[in-house]
């Protein structure tokens, strides 16, 4: 497998402004010095609470938003500083998949027209060609070719996700990113659609990078993961090994809080508790250690390195006693 993208110390700040001359009097630290790499073929799973920061991730890496610092490599090219006519080129291979299909659909617009307009905007094809294509994208995202001429008001959450999937796919990229393309729907339909994307994936070689706050989701989809708090990752390994045995405290405690569908199994012991600080205000130290149960003075003033744990450079902790609190744990 080779290398599709490379996210180096990647920064997304905000900046606050407030009084009668708009100046500048802080800033929402929304993404700090994010660092992973991203394989041909692999899907990434991003998860956190709401607030941490990994729906602005999505958005820095799709140049949705110009991060504030850092480089996103995609095949080699820093996405970060690309000018206008080169990252309109970019985007044919980098597309997004929106939480909310009907609000990132246009009302007014029949998915015919929808999904011809990637190939508008690119002046690919002629009009019978790019009407070709769009039956082509309806049919491989399982909805009826009979149905292109409707509006997006007339179909279910689900059917709407189709669509968004089938505008994402248009320009054959390489690489999506799925922000929270699940959530708005139901259980039974948030299955179909997982197993779309996964059957998608296979056929097309296409790269996601997965972003939830469901862990058992980004678990049934994802190869690696990684787990983010206020703007920072906390801990990135193999799917299988962060649900077998999370080694940050963060990380344990999200996964007591997720529902168990046995009540007699008794989940990890360490609850969250208390609310995610305002990322404008962060704590000093580890960004978790006002909710962690298992804090020392060292982690209200040192921040901890996102480094191996116990040697496994495949699995990296941010945490200053993580291999401690695992021996703990096991006896």
């Known amino acids: 497998m080779s290398t599709l993208l490379e996210v180096k110390n990647l920064n997304m ?75 309109k080129d970019f985007r044919r291979q980098i597309q997004m998949i929106f939480q909310d299909p009907y609000a990132s659909l246009n009302p007014r617009m029949t998915i015919a027209s929808i999904l011809a307009e990637p190939f508008k905007l690119h002046g690919i094809g002629t009009a019978d060609e790019r009407k070709e294509k769009v039956k082509e994208l309806v049919s491989l995202v399982g909805l009826r070719v009979t149905d292109i001429n409707k509006f997006p008001h007339e179909f279910s959450g689900g059917q709407r996700q189709r669509i968004g999937i089938a505008r994402a796919l248009a320009l054959n990229p390489s690489l999506i990113v799925c922000d929270e393309a699940v959530s708005a729907l139901d259980v039974s339909i948030q299955s179909q659609i997982l197993n779309l994307l996964i059957d998608l994936q296979r056929t097309l070689k296409l790269t996601y990078i997965f972003i939830s706050h469901d862990l058992n989701v980004v678990r049934y989809i ?40 046995d009540p007699r199994k008794t989940a990890i012991t360490a609850m969250l508790e208390g609310d995610v600080p305002s990322p404008s205000r962060p704590p000093s130290g580890c960004p978790f250690h006002t909710r962690c149960l298992f804090v020392a003075d060292r982690c209200k003033s040192e921040l901890p390195a996102l480094r191996p744990f116990r040697g496994d450079t495949a699995h990296l902790v941010a945490c200053h006693f993580a291999e401690e609190l695992m021996k703990e744990a096991l006896h």
């Open 222 to 261: 994802s190869d690696r993961v990684a787990v983010m708090y206020l703007g920072r990752v906390m801990e990135l390994t193999r799917s299988a090994e962060i649900y077998r045995a999370p080694a940050h405290p963060y990380t344990k405690a999200l996964m007591a809080a997720a529902p168990v569908p």
């Open 13 to 87: 700040h905000f900046p606050i402004r407030g009084g009668l001359l708009r100046r500048k009097i802080g800033h929402v630290f929304a993404v700090n010095d994010v660092s992973f790499e991203l394989e041909a073929g692999e899907t990434f799973g991003v998860v956190g609470e709401s607030g941490c920061g990994k729906s602005t991730l999505g958005r820095t890496i799709v140049r949705l938003y110009n991060p504030t610092s850092g480089q996103v490599l995609f095949k080699g090219q820093n996405i970060a500083g690309m000018k206008k006519q080169k990252l």
